[in-house]
């Protein structure tokens, strides 16, 4: 099975897809919507895309185009724990603290927000496609006083030098990645990584219906259906209309989700199901 992650080589994504599929063939695409494309378009088997940040929360582009623009099916998600560091190119090492732009993934520079505030006051912050993306951007100007944040296994690959290690403000920090496919078979859960199923939903409220989501909740409390996330995006069709992505620590059955999914239903509301897939920790 070939697997695309994004790229360029060694970002974090590519790192969740070493551990999840070790001898599996890998290919890197420059952006998320364009890995979930081409599983669409059955260039590639399944795609890995991360989805949630421990620090900084969700992945908004992967959840808005899974739900509105390429609905694919989750199969699978891993867990790895997420390490930041800071590198410029070994030419700029002795006078690092001169930087003036710092190139990362989005999510990467927030979740080192206090170690940009207080070391590297003043400079500018780039966001890119990935932070090895920013970490080959870096590797590619020498002369330029600009850094990245970005894995060690960016710094071996780009040739730069990590100068400030394990620079994100709180020791937890953990990235969920899923695993799409256009087939809905889950992935296996015979791995030593193997943690639990879980089942995704996106629920999409009845206009102006008092106490819907409280009836929502309770179709779910009654059953000791324990849901682990539940989060609200914009429906896009409206300020204020809103759908809202739930996670139900438990795998698809015959009896309890399915009837809490046609109780919720009852209420007026559409409910689509992202997948119920097994879960992994690195
Ligand atoms: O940019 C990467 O390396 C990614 O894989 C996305 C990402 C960014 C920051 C933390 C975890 C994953």
């Known amino acids: 099975m070939r697997i695309g992650y994004l790229g360029p080589k060694a970002t974090f994504t590519e790192a969740a897809v070493a551990a999840l599929f070790p001898s599996e063939p890998r290919q890197p695409y420059a952006t998320i919507p364009d890995c979930i494309d081409a599983v669409a378009a059955g260039e590639i ?11 900084e929360g969700s992945v908004n582009l992967t959840l808005d185009y899974l739900i509105h623009e390429q609905p ?11 390490e930041q560091h800071f590198m410029v190119h070994p030419y700029y090492a ?11 993934h989005s ?47 960016a710094a071996s690959e780009y040739g730069l030098t990590i100068v400030q290690e394990n620079i994100h403000d709180y020791d937890y920090n953990h990235t969920r990645f899923i695993v799409v ?32 989501l409280h009836q929502v909740l309770s179709a779910f409390a009654w059953r000791r259906l324990n849901l682990t996330k539940i989060e609200s995006r914009p429906a896009k069709t409206g300020l204020g209309n809103y759908f809202f992505i739930i996670d139900i620590d438990a795998p698809m059955d015959d009896v309890l989700i399915p009837g809490a999914i046609a109780e919720i239903e ?3 509301c559409t409910v689509q199901l ?9």
């Open 45 to 55: 088997e399944a795609a890995v895309v991360p989805l949630e940040n421990a620090l």
């Open 72 to 82: 694919l099916p989750i199969i699978g998600e891993i867990v790895v724990p997420i």
């Open 94 to 104: 002795p006078h690092w603290r001169e930087i003036k732009e710092v190139y990362s």
């Open 107 to 153: 999510h990467a520079i927030a979740q080192c927000r206090k170690f940009l505030h207080t070391v590297l006051k003043g400079a500018k912050q780039v966001p890119t496609t990935s932070t090895s993306a920013a970490a080959k951007f870096v590797s590619e100007h020498p002369h330029l006083p600009v850094a990245a944040i970005a894995n060690r296994l």
């Open 181 to 212: 496919s256009r087939s809905r078979q889950p992935l296996s859960p015979d791995s030593p990584l193997y943690a639990g199923d879980k089942t995704t939903i996106v629920v999409m409220l009845p206009q102006d219906q008092p106490g819907a």
């Open 266 to 268: 009852a209420l007026g």
């Open 274 to 282: 992202l997948g119920s897939y097994p879960y992994y920790f690195v």
